[in-house]
């Protein structure tokens, strides 16, 4: 008998069947520090359906069969709506259901934004689209209580924890509603104060009929968006439902869905407004600043999305090394690997410990935290945003070949990597952001290096580090076309600070040496000669139930 000629040896077990959060040491640790009282047990209960199969194959299925308009009925009428995958429908209702939606602006629980920071990064590892219609409806709320009728009306709907399955119905019927947002069109994109979709007001107070096109508008499947159109007094932002009061669809032509590199779950469409029937929100002429609040807080989430992302790659980069054996050695052991998979753990524990801080700022009453959130939220996005997309492609890598085929789903973390840094502004708008914050409100520079002080003394390079940073502000001479550079700058001071003060010796020091000491390479794994690469990939590796 010949040797059979098909044995499959040499390959780790699928990554299922483990508590994604309970696994993560660094976000178990931020939780506990900035939500002492936090109900951890629930996020572990959520971390096991993040890391169970289930839930991983409804991730696949949401991505394999992508939603499909319907714009009319087999009669000719027009409907206007958009047809999911049952799984689609299952990771929905599993994170409204967790509170991941509206839930924290009126939760009891203590410091309820950093649970849901912890529980939307856990999440999110199971997929990540479902994560747009989730983070809108978390961040509309405080733009909707710029108007107490408003707020009174669909803050209850918004932070249920009762899903409404998408279906278009009046909003008073369903248990739970989700909301959207429309800003960007084609010829302005960005610059929002570029927008032409025209507001008549009615005879009704605060009533209009909106006219015009918005190039992007995300998840139309959800209850309620804010819109910018331009009114008699200025750009304003409006609410506008999908259905209206009476039980009638407001007008809301969807022209097409964007075909995206990734983000493939979630439905993104072009939609028409002709005689759309909207409610004003906020004054006329101060659009942007009413909705400001909601940009804040999906900036929030792309950072939490981006460290999520990281994890979940690097965990399966880090999980297929420790069962892949080459020359009769494990992957894990071999010396170039270690430090590759060191340096790309590194990375994400920086990305979640600094996502988690994010949110205790967030939902801090604090003035210094609110000044802090103000300029550090677009310095966070900016970075961990990018860094997420090399991550995911190192973290491929260190699979080969099998990292590259669609079956084992790094594919589609690379793909999903780059909305982060497009959505809610490119790295271009945060850099600007920040440079605004420190020339207009000096209270964000001082927040800011308040941070950065918590850290001083603890490690030579980061003092030094800090030193430079200062010298580059004092000089402010053509400091537009430096921004990007002082905002990177900036984000590796922050997750410096956070890393010393909360992680352990090797990480901290692993990082300082490779961001701020100048003992590092571009890429990943040019950790240099005496960090402890081994202890911070074991800190890093998820353990299935058998331990192994």
């Known amino acids: 008998m010949g ?67 319907r714009t009319h009925d087999r009669f000719g009428n027009r409907i206007d709506e958009v047809e999911f995958h049952p799984a689609w429908h299952d990771l929905m209702r599993t994170a409204v259901g967790y509170g991941l939606a509206g839930a924290p602006w009126t939760s009891k629980e203590p410091a309820p934004h950093v649970w849901r920071a912890a529980a939307f990064l856990t999440w999110s590892q199971a997929e990540g689209g479902h994560g747009c219609p989730i983070s809108m409806t978390y961040a509309a709320i405080p733009a909707i209580r710029t108007d107490p009728v408003l707020a009174a009306e669909w803050e209850p709907r918004l932070a249920s924890t009762a899903y409404g399955d998408q279906l278009l119905r009046e909003p008073g019927t369903k248990p739970g509603c989700l909301a959207g947002m429309g800003m960007t069109e084609k010829q302005g994109g960005t610059d929002v104060r570029a927008n032409t979709t025209e507001a008549v007001p009615l005879a009704a107070d605060g009533e209009y009929l909106l006219t015009g096109h918005k190039w992007f508008c995300s998840a139309p499947m959800c209850d309620v968006f804010l819109v910018l159109a331009q009114a008699p007094g200025g750009l304003t932002c409006f609410l506008v439902p999908r259905v209206l009061p009476d039980g009638s669809r407001n007008v809301f032509a969807l022209q097409r ?112 935290e609110q000044a802090l959130f103000r300029i550090a939220v677009a310095v966070s996005k900016y970075w961990t945003t990018k860094r997420g997309i090399a991550v995911a492609a190192e973290a491929m890598e260190c699979l080969g070949g099998n990292g590259y085929v669609e079956d084992g789903g790094m594919p589609r973390l690379y793909r999903e990597a780059p909305v982060n840094a497009i959505w809610e502004g490119s790295g271009n708008v945060q850099a600007l952001d920040v440079l605004r914050a420190l020339r207009r409100e000096p209270a964000c520079l001082d927040a800011f290096l308040l941070e950065l002080g918590t850290a001083r003394g603890t490690d030579h390079r980061y003092d030094a580090a800090v030193r430079d940073f200062l010298t580059e502000l004092a000089d402010l001479d053509g400091i537009e076309v430096r921004a990007r550079r002082l905002v990177e700058r900036m984000a590796l001071l922050l997750e410096a600070s956070v890393l010393l003060r909360w992680s352990t010796p090797e990480v901290a020091d692993a990082f300082c040496a490779s961001r701020l000491g100048g003992e590092g390479g571009l890429m990943f794994g040019t950790l240099p000669r005496g960090v402890d690469a081994a202890s911070i990939v074991a800190r890093t590796r998820p353990l299935l139930p058998s331990g192994i």
């Open 3 to 69: 040797r059979p000629t098909h044995v499959v040896a040499n390959q780790p077990p699928p990554l299922t069947g483990y508590d994604v959060f309970g696994a993560d040491v660094a976000l178990v640790d931020a939780v506990s520090r900035h939500a002492p009282g936090a109900d951890l047990g629930r996020l572990h209960e959520l971390g096991r359906l993040a890391g169970g199969e289930t839930a991983q194959e409804w991730g696949r299925l949401a991505n394999t069969h992508t939603p499909v308009l």
């Open 257 to 368: 869905l964007k075909d995206k590199l990734g983000n493939k779950s979630n439905a993104s469409s072009e939609v028409e407004f002709d005689g759309t029937w909207a409610r004003r929100l906020g004054d006329e002429g101060r659009g942007v600043s009413t909705i400001i609040g909601m940009v804040s807080a999906t900036r929030l989430d792309c950072t939490i999305g981006s460290a999520a992302l990281m994890r979940r790659a690097v965990a399966e980069a880090v999980h297929h090394a420790a069962y892949r054996h080459v020359g009769g050695k494990a992957l894990v052991d071999q010396p170039l690997m270690t430090n590759v998979l060191a340096d790309l753990a590194v990375e994400s524990e920086a990305a979640t410990t600094l996502a988690i801080r994010m949110a205790a700022a967030y939902g801090s009453s604090e003035p210094r």
